[in-house]
């Protein structure tokens, strides 16, 4: 039984934690995020397993696991209230060449990232060339360049 | 505003601060949602922000709880209790982990060069595990609910007995350590999950 609520909590934890840090937290792996987040896995499988390292119960977390997952990605689907609550929505930052200042604030970015975007996916040099820059459910930022 | 310092009113202020920021900032034109090229609902955009911001604070509380031994081992958890009449004394974590270790010493006077009777009893070793108990006592026997060991005073009168104990349980725990004539001294421990 344990093995099961084990498993549920920490998924639960772990989902709440990610909300907490934001979308764009994992979405561009820099070195460090790479680092911390093989701590982080380090830490849950702590967690998760115990001091049981049977294969049953690694059978029995990894079952919790997926099968909390499907049950979200069918609830996902079913309701769009549930779907907004767990991927969020698409946020536009940069609107005809403007920077939106006060959504970069609360979003955490600073130019420069948008820039950074704006150059692996486009070869944008320039703000104003930026017709759109919109932060994806995923955390990455998607770049829509002004026409002509 | 006026907050004292206390990490809870501390907590407090920056949330009432944060929520009055967010609500400042509603009108502002940049917060407006867009229909092109997406659909934006910015009231709740602002809403997952503000769960964002008003989250990072209470990880930072946390994360000060952890540091003050909320979550064991530290100025809040590590407990030194004496009984009544000074014949025992106990020093033990008030808060445990499961599956985690920590050390137990419990320090008992009495007359030079005898044997003392001394009751660990209560949920102890209902919610712990001893996994070492130093130095091996000279006898020992179980009670109801409990175990009673005889332990030997040196030639001042003290004995010291160290216990390694590992949480297996959850939740509150309340012990009592004993000697015969003495109220001893009684324990609250809280396992955490």
């Known amino acids: ?148 | 505003m006026h907050y004292d310092g206390y990490p809870i009113s501390i907590v407090r202020h920056c949330l009432e601060s944060e929520v009055k920021m967010m609500k400042d900032d509603a009108e502002h034109p940049d917060l407006q949602s867009r229909d092109y090229p997406i659909c934006e609902d910015m009231s709740y955009q602002m809403k997952v922000w503000r769960f964002e911001r008003i989250g990072w604070y209470l990880l930072v509380l946390l994360m000060v709880c952890g540091l003050i031994g909320l979550f064991s081992r530290g100025l809040l958890s590590t407990r030194d209790v004496n009984s009544m009449d000074g014949s025992v004394r106990v020093e033990y974590e008030m808060f445990h982990r499961n599956g985690s270790m920590n050390s137990m010493k419990i320090s008992v006077n009495g007359k030079p060069e005898t044997q003392i009777e001394l009751d660990l009893s209560g949920e102890m070793l209902e919610g712990f595990s001893i996994e070492s108990l130093q130095p091996e006592p000279l006898r020992s026997r179980s009670l109801s609910q409990g175990m009673r060991v005889w332990v030997q005073t040196d030639n001042q009168g003290q004995a010291t007995l160290y216990l390694t104990l590992r949480g297996d349980g959850l939740g509150f725990f309340r012990s009592h350590v004993t000697t015969p004539g003495s109220p001893g001294v009684t324990l609250n421990q809280f396992i955490f999950p």
């Open chain 1, 1 to 148: 039984m344990d093995s099961v609520l084990r498993a549920a909590a920490m998924y639960v934890a772990l989902m709440v934690l990610f909300k907490i840090a934001g979308r764009r937290s994992l979405a561009e792996l820099t070195t460090f995020d790479f680092v911390l987040l093989m701590i982080i896995g380090e830490a849950t499988q702590q967690a998760l397993l115990g001091d049981d390292f049977s294969l049953t119960n690694s059978m029995l977390v990894i079952v919790t696991l997926i099968a909390i997952d499907v049950g979200f990605s069918l609830l996902k689907q079913r309701s769009g209230w549930v779907s907004r609550l767990i991927d969020g929505e698409p946020t536009i930052i940069v609107e005809n060449g403007k920077l939106l200042h006060q959504r970069l604030r609360h979003a955490r970015l600073v130019e420069a990232d948008i820039m950074e975007a704006a150059r692996s996916s486009q070869g944008i040099e320039k703000l104003e060339e930026i017709k759109f820059a919109i932060i994806e459910r995923n955390g990455k930022i998607s770049i829509i360049a002004q026409e002509g």
